[in-house]
């Protein structure tokens, strides 16, 4: 049982969390896992908090990851890789999007958005790489494309190739055609660079 | 809507356990079926309204739903409705009296329990349904199970003529997992007999039918004792052995691997003698069911020596991190301390809110400046309007209650509301499901309420379905629209007491929130602009705000619109010597679209539509908008 791989995708509603989730789900079950998906989501789709758990091995039995069991947090916005630090395993990496979205609740000057969310997931000890996936969507010039390049990101941290992952992610664009799959395949690629040149910069 | 792409027989799909049931459904040459949009089942009707050969309507509550399911199961076909667990409540009335009649073609009754309570008002059991009207419940633990035992579901339900209860819980609807799906089996109804002594159940015939039931029950519980849904899993750790049904089987499958498990998944009538071969097998037998101590009740009840509720919590999922500690300290095994490291980071909590442009922001800002009211809340988006900036509903109870909430606060007023206005706001499907009666009570009673009927013109929270108010079935093809006006006329609201109002024309809303709430009798205000999340929305040119015009007075924050951002705080001493807060605004542009609701309380004219300096191509919604 141990043997299952436990990716963590965390951001808010609307964010597409839920479907980068899945599309990393299909490329798990395209390598010949059992895989299972679920989500804390409640009602995110008003802005709420979404945690997306996904398991994958020879066979999938409770579909929640235990905290502190966690191989990999992919975190679409910075406060939420924060937020979810403690499902890591120890040893387990984080792959954050360096983007703030700040709810209304701190507008309101009712609470705190954290001043560098990224220094206090390097204080917990947890390896975490960061990116600006945002920027990148919009350089590729649809901020939609965030999702691909976060999908992108985890490429390299998988226990199968990015190849495969590329392929499911390629396939849910195939129908819209020729040009949306090769922006999102520079999505990918742009994003798995991202990661990349991060991780060379810190070795 | 999820997307559905036609399955082929004999592949196996990532589905949730909401897709693996519509699959079931249309596999099993069901002809109709009937449900109200309700977190987490949602997904099951909207599914089976994708497939072909079948009939699907979004009912207006759940009640309905069930009486159009009895009644096409009366009629010989294979009949199906689902809902969420307090919708079982609302059809509840149907369920007790269905139980003595039966039914003629199949019929399964899908009950999503929100165990953990992820959007719902309260946490329940729904197998107390199968006990209460002594019909059978099937409890799947993946989505594999849910798609086998709903087909399961329609062989018992026509052997015995018997409704059957698949008992879902969030953690089965929601989860994805593999299913190897069949193909469809026609279903060829009987038609239907006129049988007074079964189908007209007044208390003559209905007397008669209440032994037939109970002898059901004894067969049932046979069944359920040979079924190959209740299985023994072996295991060598004989310390503790589990009797568990549902997510909480996988829980203790990922957490005892070597300990024995008895696995009920054909769970009402219990199967007690299958629970004794269980506990012969081991030391001592822990019950692991979510919510309530249902089977640990029956089988102490029983004389078998169980534990349950006494090493377990009452309320929330069963996950390995809740299991693992409670039997180490049961078996005297040191228990894993929750080091510091698990604990989430103590950072802001990000509640749920309305999104940018929602047609109740205009709503609840008003509500927040005008004073003196007791605000009777309902159950939808608008429920939002209790949390931050507006803090503007006081009470949340169950589906359409708003309305006779309003009139009991009215009637029950003390010496300390009496100068309090009572106010109800209540969605247009939710005035559709269960508030229209309430209003008629209000009337008819004399009440002194203003009711709010936010008209959105769709079942916003569960995902923007359709309803009689929007004028679409659940196809979305042209359906006869309910005029609310005229209902509410016809329920007895004055003519000159109903207003339509546009939400975005804040002082207009004010004004008639405000000279209604001084009239002593029943008044209703409609909104009427469209969610923002459906097609009948329209987006119109973003603001943004002149910086150098920004006060920093804050009162378009208080509109509550998550496309304003704060960008500077400061501080400022008035004239009269009193300091106050300075919040400085930017708009988030690639997401504004135009409604102009923070532009109203702007008092130095700092939010203009938006000049963009270069021609950059605007884009919409996706990752990070």
């Known amino acids: 049982m141990s043997e299952n791989t436990n990716i963590l995708v965390v951001g808010i509603g609307g964010q597409g969390v839920m479907t980068a989730t899945e599309i990393l789900a299909e490329a798990a079950i395209a390598m010949g896992h059992d895989a299972k998906k679920t989500e804390v989501a409640g009602m995110a789709q008003r802005g709420g908090v979404v945690s997306s758990h996904l398991r994958f091995g020879q066979r999938v039995l409770s579909p929640q990851i235990t905290p502190g069991t966690a191989d990999v947090l992919l975190g679409f916005e910075s406060a939420e890789a924060m937020r979810w630090q403690h499902m890591l395993k120890p040893g387990g990496i984080t792959l954050m999007n360096t983007a703030r979205l700040v709810p209304p609740v701190v507008e309101l000057g009712l609470f705190d958005y954290p001043e560098d969310p990224l220094a206090e997931i390097r204080k917990t000890g947890n390896k975490v790489v960061a990116f600006d996936a945002t920027s990148i969507a919009l350089e590729l010039g649809d901020i939609r494309l965030g999702n691909t390049v976060m999908l992108g ?27 949306l799959v090769a922006l999102n395949r520079r999505a990918f690629e742009a994003g798995r660079a991202a990661v990349g040149e991060a991780e060379a910069a810190v070795a | 809507m999820a997307a559905v792409m036609p399955i082929p027989a004999a592949s196996r799909v990532l589905l949730s356990g909401n897709e693996a049931v519509a699959r079931a459904v249309w596999e099993a040459g069901v002809k109709v079926a009937a449900a109200y949009p309700g977190t987490p089942s949602t997904e099951m009707l909207e599914v089976i309204s994708t497939y ?28 199906f409705c689902c809902m969420k667990h307090v919708g079982m409540n609302v059809a509840s009335d149907a369920l007790m009296t269905l139980t003595l009649t039966g039914v003629v073609g199949g019929l399964v009754i899908a009950i999503a329990d929100d165990v953990g309570l992820s959007s719902s008002q ?141 696995k009920l998944g054909f769970s009402c009538p219990l199967p007690v003698e299958k629970c004794r071969e269980l506990a012969a097998m081991v030391e001592q037998v822990v019950v692991v069911e979510e919510v309530e101590p249902l089977v640990e009740t029956e089988l102490k009840a029983q004389g078998l020596k169980v534990l349950g509720k006494e090493i377990l919590p009452l309320q929330g999922e069963l996950a390995p991190n809740v299991l693992k500690p409670a039997i180490a300290k049961l078996l005297g095994e040191p228990v894993p301390v ?73 009637k029950g007023r003390g010496e300390a509301d009496k100068d309090k206005r009572v106010v109800a706001v209540i969605g247009d499907s939710t005035f559709l ?61 004055k003519d000159e007491r109903i207003h339509k109002v546009n939400p975005y024309e804040l002082p207009v809303l004010f004004k008639t929130i405000r000279d209604e709430v001084k009239v002593p009798d029943v008044s209703v205000i409609i909104t009427d602009q469209p969610c923002v999340l459906i097609k009948d929305y329209h987006k119109l040119k973003p603001f943004e705000v002149i910086d150098d015009k920004c006060t920093g007075c804050g009162n378009c924050i208080d509109v509550g619109c998550p496309a304003i951002h704060v960008t500077r705080r400061g501080k400022e001493v008035k004239p009269s010597g009193r300091e106050v807060d300075l919040a400085f605004v930017r708009i988030e542009t690639s997401v504004c679209t135009g409604c102009g609701l923070c532009v109203q309380p702007c008092a130095p004219k700092a939010i203009q539509h938006y000049a963009p300096v270069s021609p950059i191509k605007l884009v919409q919604g996706g990752c990070a908008a």
């Open chain 2, 433 to 493: 499901h269960m508030g229209m009666q309430g209003l008629l009570d209000m009337v008819y009673n004399k009440g002194n309420v203003t009711v709010l009927l936010l008209d959105n013109r769709a079942v916003g929270m569960t995902g923007g379905q359709d309803n009689p108010g929007n004028g679409r079935d659940i196809h979305g093809e042209e359906a006869p629209r309910i005029d609310f006006a005229k209902l509410v006329s016809a329920l007895g609201v």
């Open chain 2, 122 to 262: 309260n946490e329940q059991d729904s197998r107390y349904w199968g006990r209460f009207a002594h019909v059978p419940v099937f409890e799947p633990a993946d989505s594999q199970e849910a798609y086998a035992m709903t087909l399961a579901a329609y062989e018992l339900s026509e052997q015995f003529q018997v409704p059957v209860i698949l008992r879902m819980t969030t953690r089965i609807n929601h989860v994805k997992s593999l299913v190897t799906v069949g193909e469809r089996a026609e279903h060829v109804g009987a038609g239907f007999t006129k049988e007074p002594g079964r189908f007209v159940m007044v208390p003559g015939n209905a007397g008669k039918r209440i032994p037939l039931m109970f002898q059901r029950e004894i067969k049932l519980r046979e069944v359920a004792e040979a079924s190959p849904l209740n299985v023994i899993e072996a295991g060598s750790d004989k310390r503790v052995g589990f009797i568990t049904a549902g997510p909480a089987y996988m829980h203790v499958k990922e957490s005892f691997p070597n300990a024995p498990v008895l």
């Open chain 2, 52 to 79: 072909p050969d079948l009939y699907a309507e979004w009912s207006v509550n759940e009640k309905v739903s069930l009486e159009v399911a009895i009644g096409a199961a009366y009629a010989g076909s294979r009949a």
């Open chain 1, 153 to 179: 990101a985890i490429a390299d941290h998988l226990p199968f190739s990015a190849e495969t992952l590329l392929d499911c992610v390629l396939k849910r664009f195939q129908r819209k055609g020729e040009k």
């Open chain 2, 338 to 410: 929750v080091s510091e490291r698990l604990a989430p980071a103590q950072i802001f909590p990000r509640p749920p809110t309305m999104c940018v442009a929602c047609p109740h922001l205009g709503v609840y800002y008003t509500l927040s400046q005008v004073r003196n009211l007791n605000i009777s809340g309902d159950i939808g988006c608008y429920t939002l309007g209790a949390g931050h900036p507006w803090n503007a509903l006081d009470t949340c109870v169950s589906m359409g209650a708003s309305m006779g909430i309003a009139l009991g606060m009215d």
